[in-house]
C-alpha cells in the first residue's frame, strides 16, 4: 500500500435508463399526477378541436332549434335559448381554462414577487407582508366574493373582471408558502458556497434558490388554478357570472333558472356538470402529484 | 458454521458467555431493485455471536451495514427485499414468524437502535410516555407499577437518574437522549441489540460515555451487541469481534485482537493502516479508489480494481467465506485450501 | 510582515428573542494572528457548542461579531467593498462539513467548480476552465469523467467531498477553512481528504484552519492547535504538546477519550460517566 495520491479505478458508469423510461416509472408510482395529466390533456384537445370545428356563433342564444335533444347534428343537445350545447361548452371551457389562467398566474405571480421581497428583505417589509396575509386568509372568500360579484352591474361582468375578483383574495397562500420556502433555502449551505463563489445577494436569489423552488411554485400554480376556476364556477352557478357568455357555471345557473330537469330537458345540466367534475378532479390530482414531488416530506420511498 | 466467536480471549465478558451462540444469521440476501437496475445490497452474509460479546460492524457507506441491520429485523422497505437467509434468534427463526409475532419480537428479542434514534424522539412526549408506550405495545398484561419499575430500571442501567422519566426530550443533552434511546432499547431485556452509529454525531467524551454505557448495560443483561460504525478507533476500545463489510458481502470478521494485530483481508489491511495513529503522524495511507456501486459491481471478488495483490483468479471469481485455523472468517482467494 | 488575518478581541453573543434577556456567548475576546507569510495549519478543537463552528462563520464574514473587530490583510472585514471585498471573498474559502448540502440539487456537480471560474474570472476560455476544472478534479484523485455532468444524488459521499476540496485546489485560497471536513466521511477516505488539504498547505502556501473534535486527524495535520470550551480557549500551543501532554483538566478528557485503533492504548479504567452532574471546567489558563 504504497499508493499515496488515490487514482480513481476504473469503474464502468452505471447505465442511466432513458429519460422516457423514468419518466414513465415515475408516473407508475406517482399514478394521480399520470392520471390527472391525462384527463387534463383530453379536456384541452376537446376545447382546441371544438374551437376548430363548431361554429363559435353557435354558443349564444338564437343561433340554432331551441329544446333538441342531443342527435348526430347536436350531440350535446340545444338548450331553452336556443344554443348548441356542444358550441357553448367548447367556448365555456376555453372561457373556464382562461379565467383559470389567468387568476391562477396572476395569484402565483404576486405571490412570487411578495414571497421573495418578504424573504429576502426581512425587517419591517417582512412583518407587513406576513401579517397583511395573515390578517385576510381568515377571510371567508366566498363571502367578499358574492358581495363584490354582486355589487358590480352584470353587464359590466366580463371574463376579465371575473378573473380579477377571484384572484383578490387568492395570493396570501401562494406568499406565505414562497416566503416560508425562500427562508429555508436561504439557510442552507448551498447559499453558503455560493456567497463564497463570489455570486451577488440578487443572483443568489435568481439562480441558486429559485430554481429549486419550481415544483413549489408549480403546485401553488395548479392549486390557485383550481381555486379560480371554482370559485368561477360557483359565482356563476349564483348567477353572478358575466350572464352572456356561455361558463361552465352560468349554464349550469340558466337550465336550472328554466326547470330543465321538470321539463325533461335533462341533457342541457349534464354536459356542464360532467365537464366540471373532470376539470376539478384532475386539477386536484396534479395538485396533489405535485405536492409529492415538491415536498420530500411527502414522497414515497423510492 | 463455526465461528470467531470460539475466541473470545479479548473479550471483558468471555467467562460468561455461553457455548450457544444467540444469534445466528446463515445466508442473508437483500436485493434492491431500483429504477437504475438490480442491488444486490447483501450478498450471503453468515455469522453467529454469542451472549455477553460485542460485534463491530465496519464499512464505507453502501457496504451493507445498515441494510444487514435492518434485514435482521425484517424491517426492508421496498423496493428492497429479503431473498434468501434466515436469521436465528436464541432458538427462533425470525423470518417463520407471523408479522404480529415478529413485531413482538422487535423489542423483546431483538432491540435495534436506528441511525439519529436520538433525534426521533418524540418533542411533545415526556421520555416515560414514550417508554411506557414501547413496553406496552410489546407486552401485555404487566401492570402499571411493574412497567414503571421497569423504565426506571432502564434509566439506572443507563446512569440517567430516574427523574429522566418526566422530563422532555429538548431537557436532555445529546449523551443523555442516546442514553435513553439505550434503556428504551433494554426495556425488555432483549437477546441481541444492534445499535447503528449510535455515537457518531457526538463529541468524542459523550461518545465514550454512551460506549461505556452499552458496555455497563451489556453486563447487566448478558445479551450480544452488534455495533455498527465505521470508526476502528471505536471497535478496538470497545468490541470483541470485529466484522468488515465490502460491497455487501462480509469479507472478514475476527477478534478485535487479530483484526488489529493480522488483519487477513487487503482490504481490511488497508483499512487499519489507513488509520490515524499517535505513531504514524503525517503518514496518509488512504485506500487508492472509491467503492464500487451496488449496480455496477466488478466480476470476481468485488475488491479486486483496489486490491494490490489481486489476482487473475480475483477478476473471474468470486471468492468464497475462508475459515482460518483460529475460527477468522475471510473471503479471500489468497487464503483458499492449497494456497 | 504583514498579517494575513487578525482577530481582535471578538465576543459574539446570540440574543434569543427580542425581550428575553437570555444571551448566549458563542466566543468570548478570542484573539488570533495568522501571518501572510508564514503559512501555517492550525487546529480549533472542541465540541458542539464550543464556538468553533461560530469562529468559522465570523472568518468567514457569515455573520458580524458583537465586539472586536476581524481584519483581513489589515482591513475590517464587515466594511470591505468592490475590489479590496471580491480579494477577500476569492481568497478566504472553505469546506464544510456535509458533502450534500453544499451542492445545490438543481444543478450538476459541475456548478460548483464553474461558479467560481465565472466570479472570479479564473479562466480565460471555455477550454481553459474546463482544463482547470480536470487539472484540480485529478489531483484529489477522481477521474473527471466520472463526475462531471452528474448531479449530486448519484456521487457517493466520498466522491463529494473530494469535489469539495478540488473546489479549494482551484480556487488556490489564501486562507481556507476547513469544517469538520472529514466527519462525515468514511474512515476509509479520510486519509484521502487530509492528504490533499495538507499538500494544498505544502505546494500552494495557503494558511488553513482546521475546525474539528477529532483529535486524531488534528494531530495529524495540525502545526498547533487551540482547545475551545464554552467560547473560551482553554488551552492553546503547539499541537504535539498539547496532545501528549495536556495540561488543562478539559484538554486531559478530551484527550483522554480519543478512540485510538490502537488495543495498548485503550480508554483509562477511570470513568467518566455522568459528566451532567460534574462542576464545569475553570477556563482560566493553568500555570504550566
Redesign the interface.
Known amino acids: ?1 504504497t ?2 495520491v ?12 432513458g429519460r422516457l423510461t ?1 419518466l414513465l ?1 415515475y408516473f407508475n408510482r406517482n399514478k394521480g399526477l399520470a392520471i390527472g395529466l391525462i384527463i387534463l390533456i383530453a379536456l384541452v384537445l376537446f376545447t382546441v378541436i371544438g374551437l376548430m370545428t363548431i361554429n363559435p356563433k353557435q354558443a349564444y342564444p338564437l343561433s340554432v332549434a331551441t329544446k333538441q335533444p342531443p342527435s348526430l347534428k347536436y350531440p350535446f343537445g340545444t338548450d331553452f335559448f336556443g344554443r348548441n350545447l356542444l358550441a357553448a361548452m367548447v367556448v365555456g371551457m376555453w372561457q373556464t381554462a382562461v379565467i383559470g389562467v389567468i387568476a391562477g398566474g396572476l395569484g402565483t405571480l404576486i405571490g412570487i414577487v411578495l414571497g421573495f421581497t418578504s424573504a429576502y428583505f426581512g425587517g419591517w417589509i417582512d412583518s407587513t407582508i406576513r401579517t397583511i396575509c395573515q390578517i385576510l386568509t381568515p377571510i371567508p372568500v366566498l363571502l367578499i366574493q358574492v358581495v363584490v360579484a354582486g355589487s358590480l352591474d352584470k353587464r359590466d361582468v366580463t371574463i376579465i373582471t371575473m378573473a380579477l375578483i377571484v384572484v383578490m383574495l387568492a395570493w396570501m397562500g401562494p406568499t406565505l408558502v414562497i416566503r416560508a420556502q425562500v427562508l429555508t433555502m436561504k439557510e442552507r449551505q448551498f447559499v453558503s458556497v455560493a456567497k463564497l463563489s463570489g455570486v451577488s445577494d440578487i443572483a443568489i436569489i435568481f439562480k441558486e434558490i429559485l430554481p429549486n423552488l419550481l415544483p413549489f411554485i408549480a403546485a401553488a400554480f395548479v392549486g390557485q388554478v383550481f381555486a379560480a376556476v371554482f370559485a368561477s364556477f360557483y359565482l356563476a352557478v349564483l348567477g353572478l357570472g358575466p350572464l352572456r357568455e356561455p361558463l361552465l357555471g352560468n349554464i349550469i345557473w340558466a337550465a336550472q333558472l328554466q326547470g330543465a330537469f321538470f321539463n325533461g330537458w335533462w341533457w342541457w345540466p349534464i354536459g356542464p356538470s360532467i365537464a366540471m367534475i373532470l376539470i376539478l378532479g384532475s386539477l386536484a390530482l396534479i395538485n396533489m402529484g405535485l405536492d409529492e414531488l415538491a415536498n420530500p416530506r411527502v414522497r414515497r ?2 | 458454521m463455526n465461528l470467531a466467536s470460539t475466541d473470545t480471549a ?1 473479550g471483558r465478558n468471555a467467562g460468561r458467555a455461553t457455548a450457544e451462540p444467540v444469534l445466528s444469521v446463515n445466508d442473508l440476501v437483500v436485493t434492491y431493485y ?4 438490480r442491488a444486490r445490497a447483501l450478498d450471503k452474509v453468515s455469522f453467529t455471536l454469542k451472549a455477553g460479546t460485542k460485534m463491530g460492524m ?1 464499512g ?3 457496504s451493507g451495514k445498515s441494510t444487514l441491520a435492518l434485514a435482521m429485523m425484517r424491517m426492508i ?3 428492497g427485499r429479503i431473498e434468501g437467509g434466515n436469521v436465528w434468534v436464541g432458538g427462533t427463526d425470525l423470518q417463520a414468524l407471523s408479522e404480529e409475532d415478529m413485531r413482538k419480537a422487535r423489542l423483546s428479542k431483538i432491540a435495534y437502535i436506528p441511525q439519529g434514534a436520538m433525534n426521533s424522539l418524540n418533542p411533545v412526549m415526556r421520555v416515560g410516555a414514550q417508554m411506557v408506550d414501547a413496553i406496552k405495545s410489546h407486552l401485555r398484561g404487566e401492570s402499571a407499577s411493574a412497567i414503571n419499575d421497569r423504565c426506571v430500571w432502564a434509566l439506572k442501567s443507563v ?1 440517567l437518574d430516574p427523574s429522566v422519566f418526566h422530563m422532555y426530550p429538548h431537557e436532555l ?4 437522549k442516546q442514553r435513553v434511546c439505550i434503556a428504551i432499547g433494554i426495556l425488555l431485556r432483549p437477546e441481541v441489540i444492534i445499535a447503528d452509529e449510535p455515537t457518531s454525531a457526538l ?7 454512551v460506549m ?2 452499552i458496555d455497563k448495560v451489556q453486563d447487566e443483561i448478558n445479551s450480544a451487541v452488534i455495533l455498527i460504525g ?9 468490541m470483541d469481534h470485529v466484522a468488515v463489510m465490502y460491497a455487501g458481502r462480509l469479507v472478514e470478521l475476527a477478534t ?2 487479530e483484526m ?2 493480522s488483519p487477513k483481508h487487503p482490504y481490511s ?10 505513531d504514524n ?2 503518514q ?10 451496488l ?2 459491481l ?1 466480476t470476481g471478488c468485488a475488491f479486486h ?2 486490491c ?1 495483490l489481486a489476482s487473475d483468479r480475483s477478476r473471474t471469481e468470486k471468492p468464497k467465506v475462508n475459515v482460518l485455523p483460529g475460527g477468522q472468517l475471510v473471503a479471500c482467494h489468497l487464503y483458499d485450501q492449497g494456497n | 510582515m504583514s498579517n494575513l488575518l487578525e482577530i481582535r478581541n471578538v465576543t459574539k453573543v446570540y440574543q434569543r428573542g427580542l425581550l428575553s434577556s437570555h444571551a448566549k456567548i458563542a466566543l468570548k475576546e478570542y484573539n488570533l494572528t495568522l501571518k501572510e507569510d508564514e503559512p501555517t495549519i492550525l487546529t480549533v478543537a472542541g ?2 457548542g464550543s464556538g468553533k463552528t461560530t469562529l468559522a462563520m465570523l472568518v468567514l464574514g457569515f455573520i458580524t461579531p458583537t465586539t472586536g473587530e476581524i481584519l483581513y490583510r489589515g482591513k475590517n472585514i464587515t466594511t470591505l467593498r468592490g475590489a479590496d471585498r471580491m480579494a477577500y471573498r476569492r481568497e478566504v474559502q472553505a469546506v464544510f462539513q456535509d458533502p450534500f448540502a453544499v451542492f445545490n440539487p438543481f444543478y450538476t456537480v459541475d456548478h460548483l467548480l464553474t461558479v467560481p471560474i465565472k466570479q472570479f474570472k479564473l479562466a480565460k476560455s471555455g477550454r481553459d476552465a474546463r482544463n482547470k476544472m480536470d487539472e484540480a478534479l485529478t489531483s484529489v ?1 477522481l477521474r473527471p469523467e466520472d463526475v462531471l455532468g452528474r448531479f449530486p444524488h448519484q456521487l ?4 463529494r467531498q473530494r469535489i469539495n476540496v478540488a473546489r479549494a485546489l482551484l480556487l488556490k485560497p489564501k486562507l481556507l477553512i476547513a469544517d469538520e471536513p472529514v466527519s462525515m466521511v ?7 481528504i ?2 490533499s488539504l ?1 499538500n494544498l498547505h505544502r505546494d500552494h502556501g495557503v494558511t488553513i484552519i482546521y475546525i474539528t ?5 488534528a ?2 495535520v495540525a502545526d498547533t492547535i487551540t482547545v475551545l470550551y464554552r467560547g473560551d480557549v482553554v488551552e492553546k500551543g503547539d499541537v504535539e504538546t498539547v ?2 501532554n495536556p495540561q488543562h483538566a478539559y484538554t486531559r ?2 484527550v483522554d ?7 495498548d ?3 483509562g479504567q477511570h ?6 452532574s460534574q462542576a464545569e471546567f475553570h477556563t482560566e489558563a493553568p500555570t504550566p
Open positions: 500500500m499508493t499515496i488515490a487514482t480513481s479505478a476504473p469503474e464502468a458508469a452505471v447505465q442511466q435508463p423514468l416509472r420511498t423510492e | 479479548s431500483t429504477d437504475l437496475g465496519v464505507e457507506s453502501g422497505k421496498p423496493p446512569d443533552s445529546g449523551g443523555m463529541d468524542v467524551v459523550t461518545q465514550r460515555q461505556e454505557t465505521h470508526d476502528m478507533g471505536l471497535m478496538a476500545q470497545t478485535v485482537r488489529f494485530t489491511q488497508a483499512l487499519i493502516s489507513s488509520l490515524p495513529t499517535l503522524k503525517g496518509f495511507k488512504g485506500i487508492p479508489g472509491l467503492a464500487p456501486s449496480l455496477r466488478p480494481p483496489r494490490p | 465540541e458542539s484523485g457517493s459521499g466520498g466522491q468514511d474512515a476509509s477516505l479520510r486519509a484521502n487530509l492528504e495538507k473534535h477529532d483529535l486524531t486527524t494531530y495529524h496532545i501528549r478528557l478530551l477519550s480519543i478512540p485510538w485503533p490502537n488495543l492504548q485503550k480508554w470513568s467518566i460517566r455522568s459528566k451532567e
